[in-house]
């Protein structure tokens, strides 16, 4: 189905299996808000959209959703409210960006949690946590990093 013929406000999955909500259209493009991040975009009206299908949510979505605890599962362990490494998780999965520019979203979105603190120091740390846990660290030419399972 297109994103022009999709309802306001219903669960769609992209053509990538990204779990997206339709949250209405502005100066001609339909916004769609992504599950996994909270991020709204603007997408065309002949941008595909697919019935909402738990079973066709891809790994890398499954695996933010349920960081944030929106997934089937609901968060691994509670985190606390003031906690950094909610915020920093999101961006490690996701990647493409570099422990510096992670560093500077997180202490823009953490406020009175980063003061005072090495925000890029619990960058690393996170990423010293995933590595122990059996995750592999994965960093592009760019030095921009991400977290994904170890293959077997």
Avoid: H
């Avoid at 297109?2 to 001609?28: D, F, M």
């Avoid at 066709?56 to 691994?76: A, P, W």
């Amino acid at each position: 189905m297109k994103a022009s013929e999709a309802k306001v406000g219903e669960k769609y999955l992209s053509r990538t299996g990204i779990p997206v909500t339709l949250v209405g259209s502005k100066a001609g493009k339909f916004q769609i808000k992504l599950e996994t991040t909270g991020t709204a975009v603007g997408v065309n009206g002949d941008y595909e959209l697919r019935p909402y299908d738990e079973k066709g949510i891809d790994k890398e979505s499954r695996i933010l959703l349920k960081l944030n605890g929106k997934g089937k599962g609901g968060k691994t362990k509670a985190k606390k409210a003031g906690s950094l490494s909610a915020i920093i998780d999101p961006y490690l999965l996701a990647g493409g960006k570099m422990v510096a520019e992670i560093a500077a979203e997180v202490t823009k979105k953490a406020g009175e949690a980063a003061k005072g603190r090495d925000i890029n120091a619990n960058v690393r740390a996170r990423l010293v946590c995933y590595t122990r846990k059996g995750w592999q660290v994965v960093k592009d030419d760019k030095k921009r990093v991400k977290v994904v399972r170890k293959t077997a």
